[in-house]
């Protein structure tokens, strides 16, 4: 949010309680949109290059152990390769938090309109009229005031409930992870991968790999409050890492031990007067889909630009308001996608006669009064049973009697039902805005038969816009490059250049609505060559039509053709999508 805000010009200060950047993997997916995103500030190429072959590893493993029996193997990538490429200039990969957040501190630390605080707590906030005031508590106590405030400061977010805002939603799971690392390369160099699920009687769960062939994470469930984080000793894990990996680990090291309660929660809104949620602080996704930190990346991408129009004073009251109208519909298109993903693993787990309806029967036991009222030692010893009886029944799919291959072959038949679980392109690059800072057009959105899994470029209005390469003095760029951070861009093509371009210019003469024409084509009259004519297929209007481009490349109007007065026009859509009357209005 910083780095965005201070792309387009607008001064920050950055509150952060960590004195140093994440020492966890943690989240590690990072979508293709969110790439374009880091790419604007100017840390995808860093990733890039510092990142592992994600085509390489790009798989999904179910064993019974690491080097035990293998289960079955997807790839989590698409098999057109090539036609996923020339979606943008960039694409998804792993990169985990404890590598990326140094790029973006250092990013930070570099950028002089960022006052960057680590190590600091905002304690206290409040807000008038005017501004909005926090006490910070750091080496020293100080107030600082701004313009607005956005609270990124996660699920537990404390500035939600300052702003009385309401967190809904549901528990998934508890689980224990158990970072740790060790040299698994005899283990998975034939089979590198970004998740093992692990299915054993006596480790359950999931084993991430975040930097193959040493860095891991194993997530496995528990159950709260007869079972604490603190009964996962570190022998205990070193246990649980054993029986997941299937064999002792000499150069075994534990690095970190921490609960986290997998749930599926959205704030009642995402703003307070001037005060605004984005991230896990308006939204927690369960993992099962890579999706928590890249929604939380878009909610940024969104918001910076409109919090950059109304500090300079270039919009109304209503582009704000249209932060929560577009993205907390995305939020809970993909936390639906999520939780919908956490439940479907059951039917893997059907084949050796375990469900995740017996984790929630189980859940309902201890939530019950006959259940309480026994002693806690009792109650701890039911539970510890119970939990064992029901992964004894995975035991099935190692087996080697006739009941053991039958049940591994119907594994294996389910395991493409998993795919939406991997494949999601369609939630990463297709969402589209239907209400807010957009003009919408009539008629159906236009969306691909499964819009989880397929993109489908399009300039309708509230949708990305679609990725191609343009050039100029012989270097070659994506159209995304040429698009304003500050303003609005108008996308024209040759034949309409002077009629767009006066349009343009009796905007300007009218007051503080700012626009940039670029005219996209060939020929003399092109700003930039189109050498693949990618605009024709692309822009969805006639020679003599026009796409408006928003500062976070999303497409805020089209005209499909030139209309009767092209100026009056763009006016009239300008104003709307930026909540600005003419004055006496």
């Known amino acids: 949010m910083a780095l965005l805000l201070a792309r387009a010009g607008i001064s920050s200060t950055l509150v952060e309680k960590n004195a140093r950047p994440q020492a966890h993997p943690a989240a590690c997916i990072l979508n293709t949109r969110t790439m374009e995103v880091f790419r604007e500030i100017g840390v995808a190429d860093l990733i890039m290059r510092q990142g592992q072959n994600v085509f390489e590893r790009a798989y999904i493993s179910w064993v019974t152990s690491l080097a035990g029996r293998e289960l079955g193997r997807c790839s989590a990538m698409p098999e057109d390769l090539p036609s996923l490429l020339a979606l943008s200039p960039v694409h998804a990969m792993q990169f985990p938090q404890n590598r990326l957040e140094p790029l973006l501190w250092q990013k930070v630390r570099e950028h002089e309109l960022i006052r960057f605080l680590p190590g600091c707590e905002c304690v206290s906030v409040e807000q008038d009229g005017e501004a909005v005031h926090a006490l910070l508590k750091g080496p020293e106590a100080e107030r600082v005031s701004g313009d607005y405030l956005v609270a990124c400061d996660g699920a537990s977010s404390p500035l939600r409930r300052a702003m009385d805002v309401k967190w809904e939603g549901r528990l998934l799971q508890d689980m224990i992870g158990v970072y740790f690392t060790a040299d698994l390369t005899d283990l998975v160099a034939h089979r590198k991968g970004i998740l093992y699920w692990i299915i054993n009687p006596a480790a359950f769960g999931v084993l991430i790999a975040h930097w193959i062939p040493h860095e891991w994470v194993l997530f496995t469930p528990y159950f709260p409050p007869q079972q604490a984080p603190e009964d996962f000793t570190e022998k205990r894990c070193q246990a649980l890492v054993a029986a997941a990996v299937g064999r002792q680990l000499a150069d075994l090291r534990i690095k970190l031990i921490r609960p986290w309660a997998v749930s599926a929660k959205l704030a009642s809104a995402y703003r307070r007067e001037r005060m605004f949620l984005a991230g896990d602080a308006a939204h927690s996704l369960p993992p099962t889909g890579g999706l928590g930190l890249n929604t939380g990346v878009q909610d940024a991408h969104n918001l910076a630009w409109k919090l950059s129009h109304a500090i300079r004073g270039l919009s109304g009251p209503k582009l704000l308001d249209s932060y929560e109208r577009e993205r907390r519909p995305v939020a809970q298109t993909n936390i639906r996608h999520s939780a919908q993903n956490f439940d479907e693993m059951s039917d893997l787990l059907e084949v050796c006669g375990l469900h995740l309806n017996d984790l929630r029967r189980l859940q309902a036991l201890q939530r019950s009064i006959t259940f309480r009222v026994l002693p806690f030692a009792w109650q701890t010893s039911l539970i510890d049973r ?62 691909p038969i499964d819009p989880i899994i397929d993109y489908q470029p399009t300039t309708w209005p509230g949708a990305r816009l679609p990725h191609f390469w343009i050039r100029r003095d012989g270097v070659m760029l994506s159209i995304h490059d040429v698009i304003a951070d500050d303003s609005m861009t108008l996308l024209v093509k040759p034949e309409a250049r002077r009629a767009w371009l006066d349009a343009v210019q009796s905007v300007d003469s009218h007051g503080p609505l700012a626009v940039r024409c670029l005219v996209i084509g060939s020929g003399p009259d092109a700003d930039y060559e189109d050498p693949q004519r990618a605009w024709t297929n692309f822009s969805g209007t006639d020679d003599s039509g026009a796409v408006l481009v928003r500062p976070d490349r999303h497409v805020a109007w089209r005209s499909r053709t030139l209309p009767r007065n092209p100026g009056e026009e763009l006016d009239v859509a300008l104003r709307q999508i930026l909540d600005m009357h003419p004055l006496g209005v």
């Open 386 to 447: 119970l939990v064992s009886k029901a992964l004894k029944k995975t035991a099935l799919l190692d087996a080697d009697d006739k009941r053991g291959k039958q049940a591994r072959s119907e594994f294996i038949r389910r395991i493409p039902g998993q795919t939406r679980h991997y494949h999601f392109l369609g939630l990463d690059l297709g969402f589209i805005y239907q209400g807010g800072a957009v003009i919408a057009e009539a008629g159906r959105v236009p969306q």
